[in-house]
């Protein structure tokens, strides 16, 4: 059986590891600046549109839920 991790993602967490695969997350997550569920260190990978962009992120205007929307159920 393969691995299921690969270097073909959106963002990656340094922290727990977790990967987001669309251009549309990496979008949000630069706005937020660090991961939603453990506020750990993003990786940008080879499916993020742009390269992040250096700006220190608004925390307070930027929480998850109106970054990335509502969660599904």
Known sequence: MGSLMT????????????TWNTPAMADGLRILGACPKC????????RGAIAPAPV???????????VLGLPRI
């Open 7 to 18: 270097d073909d993602f959106a963002v990656r967490c340094k922290g727990c590891g977790f």
């Open 39 to 46: 506020r750990g260190d993003l990786e940008f990978g080879t």
């Open 56 to 66: 220190a992120p608004d925390v307070a205007a930027a929480a998850p839920h109106l």
